[in-house]
């Protein structure tokens, strides 16, 4: 199963069962539009929470795809 870890102003989120082109494809066109985006990830581990991160032009974010079946 692939996930994508996002690095978000200090902090690291997961998204689960997703691809890091879908999710830079999202990103990448909201702010092609001039949008901004809530990007919706799980924050914490065991019991998460659902959290909504606004990306805009100048949010420095990092993506990194995970695949747990290597």
Same mark, same amino acid.
């Given at each position: 199963?692939?996930?994508?870890?996002?690095?978000?102003?200090?902090?690291?989120?997961t998204?689960?069962?997703? +691809?890091?082109? $879908? $999710?830079?494809?999202?990103?990448m066109?909201?702010?092609?539009?001039?949008? +901004?985006?809530?990007?919706?990830?799980?924050?914490?581990?065991?019991? $998460?929470?659902?959290?909504?991160?606004?990306? +805009?032009?100048? +949010?420095?974010?990092?993506?990194?795809?995970?695949?747990?079946?290597?």
């Amino acid at each position: 199963m692939k996930r994508v870890d996002v690095h978000y102003g200090g902090f690291a989120y997961t998204i689960p069962n997703i +691809t890091l082109d $879908v $999710v830079q494809a999202q990103i990448m066109s909201a702010l092609r539009d001039g949008e +901004t985006l809530w990007l919706t990830v799980n924050y914490g581990s065991g019991s $998460v929470l659902a959290t909504d991160l606004l990306i +805009t032009s100048g +949010t420095p974010v990092a993506l990194a795809e995970i695949d747990d079946a290597e």
